[in-house]
């Protein structure tokens, strides 16, 4: 059973820093592509950036592109979202995918095939 948790999430005042962590197990489950979603209230879920395993290649939706940063921990098999700069519309649930999605960058959430539960990441003025 693939099991995605993350970690990292709270509050932090605007222009701070945040970074999430999602731990993928088992060891031996490599996804393809992994990638950082979120989602606000009263909105649909939305991509925030994706990374390939193997290569490290990034892509990032315009709205953070130059304020967070995808990478990839290969050792411990996470992949974290190191987010900078945050402003008051950061403020979701952020989810973390794993999947083989065949476009790239897959930016729907039906592309991916395992979740993580969520943490919550509050943006406060």
């Known amino acids: 059973q693939v099991q995605l948790v993350e970690s990292g999430g709270g509050l932090v005042q605007a222009g701070g820093s945040l970074r999430l962590s999602c731990a993928a197990s088992?060891?031996?489950?490599?996804?393809?592509?992994m990638a950082w979603f979120r989602q606000a209230p009263g909105k649909e879920r939305e991509f925030v950036a994706v990374?390939?395993?193997?290569?490290?290649?990034?892509a990032y939706a315009d709205s953070v592109k130059g304020r967070f940063t995808i990478s990839r921990d290969i050792a411990k098999n996470t992949v974290l979202l190191q987010m900078n700069s945050l402003k008051l519309e950061d403020t979701a649930v952020y989810y973390c995918a794993a999947g083989r999605p065949v476009q790239w960058p897959a930016t729907m959430p039906h592309a991916y095939d395992y979740w993580g539960q969520g943490t919550q990441v509050t943006v406060s003025s």
């Open positions: 088992p060891l031996t489950y490599i996804a393809p592509t």
């Open positions: 990374i390939r395993w193997s290569s490290g290649t990034t």
